[in-house]
């Protein structure tokens, strides 16, 4: 059993103001995996204050970019040795099948070198040369850090999302309090340990479990210039309101309800193999999931009857399994929540092709839900509407390639999607016409080179490579 008994504070193990500890229990059969402290607004409090101090008045924003890419260089490496502890850890957390845990193992490097090369190559100060040759005048811009980051993260993929935030952050020369998800308050405990382990310095960075309550308390202290959340679109539009008001800088990165479009010359087998992947990774709990599955009509049964048969292949059950594809929701009310929406469905009168409401045979301990396929589903729907965050996929019917194209757009999201086609160019010419802020051809898999983050009601903001990087930097302009 692991036990964090303190609060990592300031880069310090501290204790909290409030000494019980959170028993954290495994979504596979409730069993106790360990006992860790959850911050408290006063908790928050001291790890302001000092990211505060070390901004003000200490070496970190000072240091030069090269330092600070060693230093982040070192914690990657760190995370690079630690990769099976790390994709144990989420799996037993998260009930996130290990297949999906130790993949994401290399996700996670790519994502670090990408802000780490666009560190390297940023020019940080630089002289712009006047428009005017007779103008005297030179500006020197330069990029400095904003502040004091309120990195918050949410429980479904949380190195990933802590790791997105807190390289560039910190790359930047900021300084960050990270709070993360209490249901990961021990993998998040064990990143902890590896920036001590880095030697990030004194104040630099805390790494807070805590609940919603104290999340807000968070974002909305005055001392925190930036808030940078990953989480659901109806916390993103609370949290743009707190910034709002606060002239905060803010970047969201939330929710979606990707659709994916399957063109009428596609390989239809090749599509669904890849759609159990687009589709059900991380049992579902993921916002780039593309659980809208656009058919056209001339091939509709064809591409039901495929996606049945592979939900219906997949095995269901404990994520320490080889052979487990989907593990368990992460906890009950999440569980309920997905079982609602497939009951739901069955009421907005999608039809059932596979799955249901119950819960699969053996599995009563855990929070598992069966992995569900609606047909005849209609995108007014709210199965094709909401997002469901579970194994749950919808199939649409459409006529041509606009009216594909408008099904695909009829969304208060914008995140992600895929188009598949045997013809990559033309699958190219669809993406361009979706309004996401991703799109995958034929399940090429998402890139860290380029931005990532979502239209509409999915986020403001990127992550990922100079762009994400450059969402932690405020640009000053002095002239000469």
Not at 157 to 166: R, T, V
Not at 337 to 355: F, N
Not at 371 to 398: H, K, W
């Amino acid at each position: 059993m692991i036990i964090y008994d303190r609060l990592f504070i300031a880069g310090s193990w501290t204790e909290p103001s409030d000494p019980e500890l959170l028993d954290i229990l495994s979504p596979h059969d409730r069993a106790v995996l360990g006992r860790a402290a959850q911050a408290q607004p006063a908790d928050e409090d001291r790890a302001v204050a000092a990211a505060r101090t070390a901004f003000d008045e200490g070496s970190w924003p000072r240091k030069s970019p090269v330092e600070r890419i060693a230093i982040l260089r070192r914690l990657n490496a760190l995370r690079e040795e630690n990769a099976e502890k790390i994709a144990t850890l989420m799996s037993a957390e998260n009930g996130s099948a290990r297949w999906f845990t130790r993949a994401g193992q290399a996700g996670l490097t790519r994502q670090a070198d990408s802000y780490l090369k666009a560190a390297e190559e940023l020019g940080w100060e630089e002289i712009v040369a006047p428009t005017d040759p007779a103008s005297t005048v030179r500006s020197v811009v330069r990029r400095e850090p904003i502040g004091v980051v309120a990195a918050v993260i949410p429980w479904n993929s949380p190195f990933s999302s802590a790791m997105a935030k807190i390289i560039p952050a910190l790359l930047a020369g900021n300084t960050v309090v990270l709070k993360v998800s209490p249901e990961n308050s021990l993998s998040m405990g064990f990143l902890a340990e590896l920036l001590q382990q880095a030697k990030v310095p004194e104040g630099v960075i805390s790494v807070l479990p805590a609940d919603r309550e104290t999340s807000e308390y968070l974002v909305s202290h005055r001392d925190v210039d930036k808030i940078a959340f990953t989480g659901s679109t109806g916390a993103g539009r609370r949290i743009a309101s707190i910034a709002g008001q606060q002239l905060k800088r803010v970047s969201l990165e939330l929710g979606g309800k990707s659709a994916a479009v399957i063109l009428p010359d596609a390989d239809v087998h090749k599509a669904v193999q890849g759609l159990k992947f687009a589709s059900l990774l991380n049992n579902g709990e993921a916002c780039i999931a593309q659980t809208r599955v656009l058919a056209p009509r001339s091939r509709y049964e064809e591409v039901v009857t495929a996606l049945k048969e592979l939900v219906e292949s997949l095995k269901v059950g404990d994520p320490d399994d080889p052979d487990t594809f989907i593990g368990p929701m992460v906890r009950r009310d999440q569980q309920q929540r997905v079982r609602d929406y497939i009951e739901l469905g069955i009421k907005e009168g999608a039809r059932l092709v596979t799955g249901g409401p119950q819960i699969p045979a053996g599995l009563e301990n855990g929070y598992y839900v069966t992995p569900t396929v609606f047909a005849d589903v209609d995108n007014s729907m709210r199965i094709a509407q909401e997002e469901i965050f579970g194994p749950v996929l919808v199939v649409i019917g459409y006529d041509d390639e606009d009216d594909a194209v408008r099904i695909a757009n009829d969304s208060e999201f914008g995140l992600s999607g895929g188009v598949w086609s045997a013809d990559e160019g033309h699958a190219l010419t669809v993406a361009r016409r979706i309004r996401t802020g991703t799109v995958t051809v034929n399940g090429a898999s998402i890139g860290y080179d380029g931005p990532f983050g979502g239209f509409k009601a999915s986020g403001i903001g990127r992550e990922y490579g100079v762009v994400g990087l450059n969402q932690y930097i405020e640009y000053k302009t002095v002239t000469l």
